[in-house]
């Protein structure tokens, strides 16, 4: 073979190797990354581009039906699809990525005018689709709460047999699902503009709040906090925290408006009560309220947050006042749990939708700490792969990661220490796509690989939905940046 031949084949086996997706790859060594484009505008567009096209390979291999009904795994090396379907919490992902994607394309539109005009209208028919068959998880109880007993339509942990017939007693459904599921109606309310979704973001945001412990304590003061689930008696950072976002974004489009709602409260004889408050207050009063009880009751040591806090009671207690049965207060007792990154990641998204309208420099102060100290006790340098930053990734860390960037994406806003945790969920995600990427899809531990069995590579499908998303909302940090 002559030194020209020779040449040309070793630049393409060169190509090959950093081009082409590793099905097996989990050895330590380095392997070359892409180079991030020229421009903030190119790298954004590449990274809207990656975006739209895991989102898509993601809906193509999880959902199955015109009811969109959500397969949990999918495994690009079987080619196998799992019976187990996805819960309303994972199908919430699926939203959140096509939100993303809608949004990040809206961002771009008069720079990318192409790439809009072939993706936005079908992806505004895909949301519409995915909202259709979300009515598959709804199901409509009757709730003693503590000020009331009121009949809701909600969402449960598991999908029903038709729309509007999901079994939401019990355990069956919980707030944090209600919460993840306001805040992308809140989102989708914002891209596009349509009432229909800003309506069910305030319905549930009723639901939810409805659920808050307003019962006094021995001081006359709220006992606060919202329960894992209307009947858990433990208070969950992720029962908490999600919600202040939404409730700060429904402020914001009330503020200066008229609109008004009704309430309940107790008075300090346990008596309940009917209060008629204007939206924009009202919905920015919940929001601090919840922010400042998990920050007093759930800041762990090291600045992040606790899963938990329990009650002194292990199920909810009633009592008869009036002759009318109300939840009955418990006092809490002791914070517990690890501390998970999506925990601090909804505080962080929260501080900073607070800062943005208060401008109280101690939501500021909060931002900046929090940013510090998450990327303190969560990221790990050199831990999978040399120079690289790792995260967590037991059990459903991979979406809750995903978490705490979107709150370091709020956070930058207003704190550019951000910039760096920011950078390095970009620099994995690109590692991934770079040499991992399968057949379009990406492994959960981005700096490992896949796994050398092919049996065991089925892959959740709310993790390829978060990488997807977090790539579409890595496009609006890209463009801040300097090329």
């Known amino acids: 073979m002559n030194k020209l031949k020779f040449s040309i084949l070793l630049l393409l086996c060169s190509f090959f190797f950093v081009n082409c997706s590793s099905d097996n790859s989990s050895d330590n060594s380095q392997i070359p990354v892409d180079t991030k484009p020229a421009t903030p505008e190119k790298w954004?567009?590449?990274?809207?581009?990656?975006a739209i096209a895991l989102t898509d390979t993601t809906v193509a291999h999880y959902f199955t039906g015109s009811d969109m009904t959500l397969h949990r795994y999918y495994n690009p090396y079987t080619h196998s699809t799992s019976s187990e379907v996805g819960s309303v919490w994972m199908y919430t992902s699926a939203i959140e990525a096509v939100n993303s994607v809608m949004d990040a394309l809206n961002d771009m539109k008069e720079s990318v005018p192409d790439l809009y005009n072939a993706n936005y209208s079908r992806y505004e028919d895909l949301l519409s689709k995915l909202y259709s068959g979300l009515e598959y998880y709804a199901g409509t109880y009757t709730l003693t709460s503590y000020t009331q007993t009121k009949q809701w339509t909600v969402y449960s942990v598991d999908r029903g047999s038709a729309a509007g017939t999901a079994n939401v007693e019990g355990d069956k459904n919980v707030y944090d699902d209600q919460e993840w599921l306001t805040r992308e109606l809140m989102r989708s309310y914002q891209i596009t503009g349509k009432k229909e979704?800003?309506?069910?973001?305030?319905?549930?945001?009723?639901?939810?709040?409805?659920?808050?412990?307003?019962?006094?304590?021995?001081?006359?003061?709220?006992?606060?906090?919202?329960?894992?689930?209307?009947s858990y008696v433990t208070k969950h950072s992720c029962s908490n925290a999600p919600l202040v976002s939404s409730l700060v974004w429904l402020s914001k489009i009330y503020s200066g408006k008229s609109d008004s709602l009704t309430y309940r409260k107790i008075d300090e004889n346990?008596?309940?009560?009917?209060?008629?408050?204007e939206k924009d207050k009202y919905y920015l009063d919940c929001a601090e309220k919840i922010y400042n009880w998990q920050k007093k009751y759930l800041m762990m040591p090291d600045g992040v947050y606790y899963d938990l806090i329990g009650a002194?009671?292990?199920?909810?207690?009633?009592?008869?006042?009036?002759?009318?049965?109300?939840?009955?207060?418990?006092?809490?007792?002791?914070?517990?749990?690890?501390?998970?990154?999506?925990?601090?990641?909804?505080?962080?998204?929260?501080?900073?939708?607070?800062?943005?309208?208060?401008?109280?420099?101690?939501?500021?102060?909060?931002?900046?700490?929090l940013t510090n100290s998450t990327f303190s006790v969560f990221a790990e340098k050199g831990a999978a792969r040399e120079g690289y930053y790792s995260y967590p990734l037991?059990?459903?860390?991979?979406?809750?990661?995903?978490?705490?960037?979107?709150?370091?994406l709020a956070a930058f806003q207003f704190d550019s220490d951000?910039?760096?945790?920011?950078?390095?969920?970009?620099?994995?995600?690109?590692?991934?796509?770079?040499?991992?990427?399968?057949?379009?899809?990406?492994?959960?531990?981005?700096?490992?690989?896949?796994?050398?069995?092919?049996?065991?590579?089925?892959?959740?499908?709310?993790?390829?939905?978060?990488?997807?998303?977090?790539?579409?909302?890595?496009?609006?940090?890209?463009?801040?940046?300097?090329?």
Request: proline share 4%; with cysteine; charged share 20%.
């Open 44 to 50: 954004a567009e590449r990274d809207l581009t990656r």
């Open 197 to 230: 979704y800003l309506d069910k973001a305030e319905y549930l945001a009723g639901y939810i709040l409805d659920g808050w412990d307003c019962t006094l304590d021995a001081n006359g003061q709220e006992i606060g906090g919202i329960t894992w689930g209307p």
């Open 270 to 277: 346990g008596h309940r009560y009917t209060v008629n408050e």
């Open 312 to 369: 002194t009671q292990n199920t909810p207690q009633y009592e008869t006042v009036d002759g009318i049965q109300y939840r009955q207060g418990i006092p809490l007792s002791t914070p517990s749990g690890i501390a998970y990154t999506y925990n601090s990641g909804t505080m962080l998204s929260g501080g900073a939708d607070l800062y943005s309208v208060t401008k109280d420099d101690g939501y500021l102060s909060d931002i900046k700490s």
């Open 394 to 408: 037991d059990g459903f860390s991979t979406w809750f990661n995903d978490v705490l960037m979107r709150g370091y």
């Open 418 to 483: 951000a910039s760096l945790p920011l950078s390095t969920f970009q620099d994995n995600l690109d590692y991934a796509y770079t040499n991992y990427l399968y057949k379009g899809m990406l492994p959960t531990s981005l700096l490992v690989g896949w796994s050398k069995t092919p049996a065991n590579n089925n892959t959740e499908a709310m993790f390829e939905f978060a990488f997807a998303s977090e790539y579409a909302m890595l496009s609006h940090y890209a463009r801040q940046m300097k090329g």
